[in-house]
């Protein structure tokens, strides 16, 4: 599912230059798979994170009764915000995957992505559902992180795209 708005341009545009500025990101990549750098922002910005988390939270209870899910755990966590950063170097990107592979990833039910800004290339894609998500300043994607929703981010071509991201989490 899908929701514009749901951060202004401003508020985007401000994230995304403290990123830039920042010496706290980091480099994360495997050999034949993703690569980009982000940064906590529930551990390294604190000021932020209680600003964004409240923003996720409405955005997943409209997901919640717009599909009438009504076996939505009463009780969940958030896995910590990040904020990533793909560079349109043919490199950055994250290949065909889903979010849940293992025992600790099983906690998650809910991922949510809020693009920040727009690019040529960069789209999240769901192949076997033939569904294409052009990134957009403020535009919010919410999604099950199972098996059923096989997702890639592909590479920005004409400039860097940037992204918060994270999880809802069945309580432990």
């Given amino acids: ?6 951060l202004s341009p401003e508020h985007c545009q401000t994230l995304i230059d403290r990123f830039d ?3 706290e990101q980091e480099a994360c990549q495997l050999a034949a798979g993703y690569s980009f750098r982000q940064l906590n922002i529930t551990e390294k910005w604190p000021d932020e994170n209680k600003i964004l988390v ?3 939270l409405s955005y997943f209870y409209k997901y919640q009764l717009a599909l009438n ?5 009463m009780n969940f966590s958030f896995e ?3 904020m990533k950063r793909y560079l349109p170097n043919g490199r950055d990107r994250f290949p065909l995957h889903v ?3 293992g025992q600790v990833a099983a906690r ?3 991922t949510a992505i809020i693009y920040l800004n727009a690019t040529a290339g960069g789209e999240t894609v ?3 559902l033939d569904v294409s998500i052009a990134p957009e300043p403020g535009k919010l994607l919410a999604f099950p992180p199972l098996w059923l929703f096989p997702h890639a981010g592909l590479p920005p071509q004409s400039s860097p795209k940037y992204i918060l991201h994270t999880y809802l989490c069945y309580p432990t």
Avoid: E, K, Q
Avoid at 69 to 73: D, E, G, L, N, V
């Fill in 1 to 6: 599912m899908v929701f514009s708005g749901t």
């Fill in 21 to 23: 500025a920042s010496a």
């Fill in 54 to 56: 409240p923003i996720f």
């Fill in 69 to 73: 899910a009504r076996f939505w755990p």
């Fill in 80 to 82: 910590h915000l990040r």
């Fill in 99 to 101: 979010d849940v592979m």
């Fill in 108 to 110: 998650r039910f809910m």
């Fill in 126 to 128: 769901f192949p076997s």
